[in-house]
């Protein structure tokens, strides 16, 4: 039986335990630290570091006092590069920030289970881009995943995206999806979702303003799909932020 992808608080006891399941896991901080030995190697899961432990490897944890990370099992179909990560992945400030927003989705039950998925395959892709070029993406889906980044306030035209690939509309999203987890229009909703969020987060502009910056003619269109996104709608988002 296949391992759904989940995502969780967790904290641990001060006693080492070894084990190994058939699915990924990610082991993100939020409060203390985590001793882990994945295979033969040792490291600790703490404010500037992750840990990724890949299906089928043997790994044995302790904890201290008042520990709570955040936890995602992650299924091998979802994420077949993430075995290519160190076992121990740095957490630069970018990646905490977005972290600490990951965890306050969490903590607060905000979002639906399939955002909260999308936002965790996000920051997936995001620590694969800095393994760049140790991580070879496929040239042509490196292609349309950049056309994306540079054109996410225009519609999603899939037959002008499979162009830029050199592929067919079918071969795009299929590789598309093997390769970043998403499909082109999950990674375009997510791409504007987040310029969205730090625009909301980082500047005055009114919401008809960002809306219309990431691709949104209609505010309550835009508000709508922030809202479904994230739980709570841009209204909501910048009052809290303020």
């Known amino acids: 039986?296949?391992?759904?992808?989940?995502?969780?608080?967790?904290?641990?006891?001060?006693?080492?335990?070894?084990?190994?399941?058939?699915?990924?896991?990610?082991?993100?901080?939020?409060?203390?630290e985590l001793s882990l030995t994945i295979a033969h190697t040792g490291g600790a899961v703490s404010r500037e570091q992750a840990a990724v432990i890949p299906a089928g490897h043997d790994h044995?944890?302790?904890?201290?006092?008042?520990?709570?990370?955040?936890?995602?099992d992650i299924?091998?179909?979802?994420?077949?590069?993430?075995?290519?990560?160190?076992?121990?992945?740095p957490l630069d400030p970018a990646l905490r920030h977005y972290l600490a927003f990951l965890h306050h989705q969490v903590r607060c039950g905000a979002g639906s289970a399939a955002s909260q998925r999308q936002m965790l395959l996000l920051l997936l892709q995001l620590m694969q881009e800095r393994q760049q070029p140790v991580l070879a993406v496929d040239h042509r889906i490196a292609a349309a995943q950049a056309y994306l980044d540079d054109h996410?306030?225009?519609?999603?035209?899939?037959?002008?995206?499979?162009?830029?690939?050199?592929?067919?509309?079918?071969?795009?999203?299929?590789l598309f999806r093997r390769q970043l987890g998403l499909s082109p229009q999950q990674y375009l909703v997510e791409k504007r979702m987040q310029q969205a969020w730090q625009l909301l987060e980082t500047t005055s502009q009114p919401i008809q303003a960002v809306a219309e910056q990431v691709g949104y003619r209609s505010q309550a269109a835009?508000?709508?799909?922030?809202?479904?996104?994230?739980?709570?709608?841009p209204s909501h988002f910048r009052r809290r932020t303020k």
């Open 1 to 32: 039986m296949t391992t759904p992808l989940t995502l969780e608080l967790r904290s641990y006891s001060d006693e080492v335990t070894r084990h190994h399941h058939d699915h990924h896991q990610l082991v993100l901080p939020v409060a203390g």
């Open 60 to 72: 044995g944890f302790a904890a201290g006092d008042d520990n709570q990370f955040l936890v995602a």
């Open 75 to 89: 299924p091998d179909a979802l994420a077949p590069a993430m075995d290519r990560l160190p076992l121990f992945f």
């Open 152 to 174: 996410f306030q225009q519609p999603l035209v899939l037959s002008q995206l499979a162009a830029v690939a050199h592929l067919s509309v079918r071969q795009l999203t299929e």
């Open 222 to 233: 835009f508000s709508d799909r922030f809202r479904r996104h994230f739980g709570q709608s």
